[in-house]
């Protein structure tokens, strides 16, 4: 397979991928919202509940924004030329660590290095 081809690939992977977080945050924006319950309906437990479920809700959002970024990031590099090389050694990144997850940007030795 040919690096072009390699890119084009990993650019569908990329765009579909962006889609569907796309449409999960849309869906999950109501949950995001704060909590308002009638403290004389609704029992202490049930509150807390709510509000752990708007947490968590919250932090699945980040992590999406976190991820839609990443994706930018490979769609730019794929733009430029630059794509499978890594940020910081300028290495290639095999083709095997891109297709677990093609937003990588560092090779396997950079990334254990900045852990």
């Given at each position: ?15 579909d991928?962006?889609v569907?977080?796309e ?54 590099r794929?733009d430029a ?23 990588y940007?560092l ?9």
């Amino acid at each position: 397979m040919t690096n072009q081809a390699i890119d084009d690939q990993n650019r569908q992977r990329l765009l579909d991928l962006r889609v569907e977080l796309e449409k999960l945050e849309a869906m999950s924006a109501d949950a995001r919202k704060p909590v308002e319950l009638d403290q004389s309906m609704v029992g202490r437990l049930s509150r807390m509940d709510a509000m752990q479920a708007v947490n968590m809700s919250q932090e699945a959002s980040r992590r999406r924004q976190q991820t839609l970024k990443r994706i930018v990031g490979a769609l730019l590099r794929i733009d430029a030329g630059n794509y499978g090389y890594c940020t910081l050694c300028d290495e290639q990144i095999p083709f095997g660590r891109l297709s677990i997850d093609p937003t990588y940007s560092l090779c396997i030795h950079c990334a254990e290095a900045s852990i």
